[in-house]
């Protein structure tokens, strides 16, 4: 029983990593008046960059670069859009999930010939995982030696990097001035500009975060929890991402929590495929899969709490009307 | 913004013109890239969707689903409202079409399965848009979210009933079983005499397709309620002041557009499948997007840009038999890329025309 948990757990660690990543790089975008529906590709665009920049160079952090910079790249044309162009927020969103989704696999069809997979990597290619000191030797203590070599031990750096981040963006949305600025211009842009700053730039500067953190979230996909790069193997986790962002009212340390439980839902069902269930009998697995968006709708609906977005989410700022 | 200073043709004919031309330049660009000449690529895919009859067959089936998603997504712009759940909304839409065909398909023709098969697919597409509707009118959740969501809980439910209450008795296929002639659609070769189209799948919902056309346009430029929808869409504040209620043109126009994105599984599962399958919508109610932004929303612009998007679908497979490189994920890169120049991108070239038109306007006019 013991063990069957520290393996959920264990494995919701894994699942939630992504997500985490991409629900705070959308926490940027969104808190500054970004909506980001366009998280899903920018991960995608990420995840492919870093499978074929690895596969190339042999280097996991070479890969980590190149995702970072697709995944940037796409974010600067979503800001391109929806900044300088005062497009529909949206739509552009729209346009560059189908657009990664396109690219990665016509473009891993063409150059690897494997189907849209890219080839697959091993060793320095890849962010292998990290195993604490004593963890062999603790192991067999009851309790914290399962929490502590199982758990905690064991993930790859971009695990860590991920649940680091949270407290890491919290500082920076709620104790810097760049924070302030970036949830002033969220709410009432008008006011920043008043104040003399460029509300064009200091968006900009947002969807870049978003971007790199999204870069973050593709890599690990591709050459973090996988060895290579798979069409369409995000699978909607861009989405999930984005449903824990508003499950968490846009909260940095509510996001960690809402991917924390959308993680441990996947790995239930994963657990629970085809196994009975005392008392319930067989859970379809489809239910589970299904409870992330079930309980965004719920939320969304304001039947628990009120999930209120950015004032100024989804406008354009126009400077003067003429 | 800066609207009317622009004459009404550079508006609604020049600026979408080159809005698509761009797509399609960094489509190219993009076959460039890949190594293979654009130029040729456009010529097989050309010849492949209009070169044949049964080219032109397959095209046309193609585009009856995109008439149909693309109406549903501009129908609700009008409104102002935006609904991406046509993915799920046709995934349902085929639920209620097979429950139609598996009940009627063994007693009666055809053309007696037709209507309820039709009301099921409009039904059960239009149930599915209910609830983000009425989200967004009473609770004021944004629809645009709630209808992603409720396209990934449509394919886990619908996952569900085909694997555990629809497929066949002792077959590990998550299909229904095949439907018998009363609950397949005449081929349009056998219903317009003098047409071949071959194998091709085009059948008669392509007609039930351009009569929605018709219809859509009555009802948004010809009925009060599409005024009221129009009213709301241009302004929502002045719609209510003119006592508008935000609520009913809400729900009424997401149910309108559910069940056209619900009829599109007319085409796929009685004219053609002859089953529900699993993802048989793939990708189909994404595109209508696209084909709504290049439309510019309006039926007529609809039927071109969803013929456009067959011929891509259609020519798109041709092109990767003979370009092996080219797969047909080329077909979503040009999807993405017209969404981005035709939807978010719709004023880059403004300021250019205005500058362009601004000079020609300040030369004295012509002896008038």
Redesign the interface.
């Known amino acids: 029983m013991f063990e069957t948990l520290i393996f959920v757990l264990d494995s919701t660690a894994r699942l939630s990593t992504p997500l985490l990543l991409a629900a705070l790089a959308g926490l940027y975008s969104e808190r500054s008046g970004i909506f980001d529906?366009g998280l899903e590709g920018k991960m995608l665009g990420a995840a492919f960059a870093a499978g074929t920049a690895a596969a190339l160079s042999g280097s996991a952090w070479t890969g980590l670069g190149a995702g970072i910079l697709v995944s940037v790249a796409l974010a600067l044309?979503h800001g391109?859009?929806?900044i300088t162009?005062?497009?529909?927020?949206?739509?552009?969103g729209?346009?560059?999930?189908?657009?990664?989704?396109?690219?990665t696999?016509?473009?891993g069809?063409?150059?690897f010939g494997q189907g849209?997979r890219t080839p697959s990597v091993t060793g320095d290619a890849r962010f292998g995982d990290v195993t604490w000191p004593f963890a062999a030797e603790l192991r067999d203590v009851p309790v914290i030696g399962g929490l502590y070599s199982e758990l905690l031990s064991g993930h790859n750096i971009l695990v860590y990097a991920a649940f680091l981040a949270v407290p890491f963006s919290w500082w920076v949305l709620y104790r810097t001035r760049f924070g302030l600025r970036l949830r002033a211009v969220g709410e009432n842009p008008g006011a920043v500009d008043t104040a003399g700053i460029s509300v064009t730039w200091l968006r900009y500067r947002a969807v870049i975060c978003t971007g790199i953190l999204c870069g973050f979230a593709g890599t690990y996909l591709s050459i973090g929890q996988s060895a290579s790069f798979i069409?369409n193997m995000t699978a909607?986790k861009g989405?999930i991402a984005?449903?824990a962002l508003?499950f968490a009212k846009w909260k940095p340390v509510p996001v960690m929590f809402a991917c924390l439980l959308f993680g441990f839902l996947d790995a239930v069902a994963i657990r629970l495929q085809g196994q009975q269930v005392p008392g319930i009998g067989e859970v379809?697995v489809?239910?589970i899969?299904?409870l992330p968006?079930?309980l965004?709708?719920v939320l969304?609906?304001?039947f628990i709490g009120k999930?209120v977005?950015p004032r100024a989410g989804g406008t354009a700022y126009?400077k003067e009307?003429? | 913004?800066?609207a009317g200073q622009l004459p009404r043709w550079v508006d609604y004919g020049l600026m979408p013109a080159l809005n698509v031309a761009a797509a399609f330049l960094v489509s190219g660009l993009?076959v460039l890239?890949?190594?293979e000449n654009p130029v040729e690529a456009v010529k097989v895919l050309v010849w492949g969707s209009l070169g044949r009859n049964e080219g032109i067959g397959f095209t046309l089936f193609y585009a009856t689903n995109f008439i149909f998603t693309g109406l549903a997504v501009a129908i609700a712009f009008h409104a102002g409202l935006?609904n991406?759940g046509g993915e799920g909304q046709a995934y349902l839409g085929g639920l209620g079409v097979a429950l139609a065909c598996l009940a009627l398909d063994r007693y009666v023709p055809w053309w007696v399965t037709l209507p309820f098969a039709v009301l099921g697919a409009a039904a059960f597409g239009a149930a599915w848009a209910f609830?983000p509707a009425i989200?967004q009118a009473k609770?004021?959740?944004?629809v645009?979210?709630?209808t992603?969501?409720?396209n990934?809980?449509a394919a886990?439910?619908m996952?569900?009933l085909l694997v555990?209450l629809l497929s066949k008795r002792g077959s590990m296929q998550p299909e229904t079983r095949t439907f018998e002639s009363g609950g397949r659609l005449p081929l349009l070769q056998d219903v317009l005499p003098g047409t071949d189209f071959g194998s091709a799948p085009v059948n008669f919902s392509f007609l039930l397709a351009l009569a929605a056309c018709l219809l859509v346009w009555i009802v948004v430029w010809r009925t009060r309620l599409g005024y009221e929808i129009r009213t709301f869409g241009a302004n929502p504040v002045a719609a209510v002041y003119a006592g508008i209620s935000p609520l009913r043109i809400t729900v009424v126009t997401m149910l309108m557009s559910g069940g056209l994105a619900g009829m599109m599984a007319i085409n796929e599962i009685m004219g053609s499948q002859h089953r529900l399958l699993i993802e048989f919508v793939s990708g189909y109610g994404?595109v209508g997007?696209a084909v709504a932004?290049m439309g510019r929303a309006h039926p007529v612009g609809i039927v071109f840009a969803a013929v456009l998007f067959g011929m891509l679908y259609q020519g798109g497979a041709e092109l990767a038999f003979e370009m092996p490189?080219?797969?047909r994920?080329?077909?979503?890169?040009?999807?993405?890329?017209v969404?981005?120049f035709a939807?978010?991108?719709?004023?880059?070239f403004r300021p250019a025309l205005l500058r362009i038109f601004g000079v020609l306007a300040a030369r004295p006019a012509p002896a008038a």
């Open positions: 529906i044309v391109f859009a929806c162009n005062r497009g529909n927020q949206i739509v552009s729209v346009a560059i999930n189908f657009l990664a989704m396109g690219l696999a016509l473009l069809q063409a150059w849209g069409a909607g989405f984005l449903a508003i379809p489809q239910a899969q299904a968006y079930i965004t709708v969304l609906a304001g999930a977005p126009v009307r003429s | 913004m800066t993009v890239l890949i190594g935006f991406i609830i989200l609770r004021g959740s944004h645009v979210i709630t992603i969501m409720f990934f809980i886990s439910l996952v569900y555990n994404f997007i932004l490189t080219i797969t994920d080329m077909i979503v890169v040009i999807q993405g890329l969404i981005l939807g978010a991108l719709e004023h880059m």
